[in-house]
Nanobody, 123 residues
Framework: EVQVVESGGGLVQAGGSLRLSCTASRLPFGVYAMGWFRQAPGKEREGVSAINFNGGTIYYADSVKGRFTISRDNAKNTLYLQMNSLQPEDTAMYYC????????????????WGQGTQVNVSS
């Protein structure tokens, strides 16, 4: 069974930084596109960023452009999200997802999902 596990969430003050990590096992990580999503209480899930299998194609939501950076290390089966200049509106549960189709992730869908890691940004 495929396992997707996020880590790195926590509490940070506005203007601070966090780096999220996501590991995926029991799937050929190097051929899968990966993505980050978030969901705040009372809001719909939002696509944050996605990266294709080799890092050559990347998508960012307008709300995080210039502040967040997605990257991947295929040798370690790990996806990252570096989040800088965090704001209270970034508070949400952050989820990692995997899919063979980058454009499905870009459009908010994915095949395999993690359980999420909570990010709280205080003002």
């Amino acid at each position: 069974e495929v396992q997707v596990v996020e880590s790195g969430g926590g509490l940070v003050q506005a203007g601070g930084s966090l780096r999220l990590s996501c590991t995926a096992s029991r799937l050929p990580f190097g051929v899968y596109a990966m993505g980050w999503f978030r969901q705040a209480p009372g809001k719909e899930r939002e696509g944050v960023s996605a990266i294709n299998f080799n890092g050559g194609t990347i998508y960012y939501a307008d709300s995080v452009k210039g502040r967040f950076t997605i990257s991947r290390d295929n040798a370690k089966n790990t996806l990252y999200l570096q989040m800088n200049s965090l704001q209270p509106e970034d508070t949400a549960m952050y989820y990692c997802a995997a899919d063979q189709d980058f454009y499905k992730l870009r459009d908010g869908r994915g095949t395999y999902w993690g359980q999420g890691t909570q990010v709280n940004v205080s003002s």
